[in-house]
């Protein structure tokens, strides 16, 4: 697993965007077309924006899964994630296959086993990921389940990822932001060929040291990334401030560092 280091979000948003698009046109140019797992939050926008202006690539043959969604919540609000995949990723695109999870469909249930079967018919090319500040991935939030093979689960949402939610402003009171998600799985996150996580902002600091200096655990869901042989992270300065001092002294020298 590769660490870089970036002294702004900006700067990560277009690192982490030319490494995504290299990885798209590459999938596209050996057949035919590319499958990728996208991620939206606040974190993803510098990312997003840089990566649907990345050239030469035919978003035609470009295929999109989504991550995650709130049960209960309708595509029209604010928080929505499928609003803002449309917006962040399909809309500027003209991405023509994309898989919305219906978080406000009668049976979630269904959505998740649609979906699944969906994901499963082929490998996947590339998965941008966030990291939540209790260390999520999708909305695996501690103690995730690593070891369901479903590709898609109903989870419960513990308080510290639906008060990250009010922090964000997509919610007026904890009370508005949904108790049960969508979200893709742990392990199939980990079946992408590649894995590119963008994680900007100190509020990530304390769960990023937790996930990469601490053991990979349930309880520090994003640490399951440290098992994929082709996984990168982009930090910026903030996210990255409370790593210990060797691994420090390496991204001062460097801005990037390989970590077991």
């Not at 995504?20 to 046109?25: D, E, G, Q």
């Not at 510098?46 to 030469?56: Q, R, S, Y």
């Not at 991935?137 to 501690?142: Q, S």
């Not at 009010?166 to 949904?178: H, K, L, M, R, T």
Request: net charge neutral.
């Amino acid at each position: 697993m590769l660490i870089k280091v970036f002294n702004d979000r900006t700067a990560l948003g277009r690192a982490a965007a030319e490494q995504a698009a290299t990885a798209i046109r590459r999938a596209i140019s050996e057949r035919g077309a590319a499958r990728i797992i996208a991620a939206t939050a606040a974190s993803q926008l510098e990312f997003l924006d840089a990566l649907t202006k990345a050239p030469g690539i035919d978003w035609t043959k470009v295929e999109a899964f989504h991550l995650d969604e709130y049960i209960g919540l309708p595509i029209t609000h604010p928080g929505s994630f499928r609003k803002m995949l449309m917006e962040q990723l399909v809309s500027k695109t003209g991405i023509r296959r994309y898989h919305l999870l219906a978080g406000d469909a009668a049976d979630p249930g269904a959505v998740a086993r649609e979906a699944s079967k969906q994901i499963a018919s082929a490998p996947i090319d590339i998965a941008f990921l966030g990291i939540g500040e209790n260390g999520h991935i999708a909305f695996n939030d501690p103690p995730a389940d690593f070891n369901t093979e479903e590709p898609y689960i109903i989870v419960n949402l513990d308080e510290a990822c639906r008060q990250q939610q009010v922090g964000e402003a997509w919610f007026a009171d904890i009370s508005q932001v949904p108790k049960q998600a969508l979200s893709m799985s742990a392990k199939q996150i980990l079946k992408a060929k590649e894995i590119l996580a963008v994680v900007p902002d100190k509020r990530k600091a304390q769960a990023i040291k937790a996930c990469f200096e601490g053991e990979i655990s349930p309880m520090a869901p994003a640490s399951i990334i440290r098992r994929h042989s082709n996984a990168t992270i982009y930090l910026d300065r903030d996210s990255a401030s409370l790593l210990g001092p060797a691994l420090q002294s390496v991204l001062a020298k460097d801005s990037q560092a390989t970590l077991g």
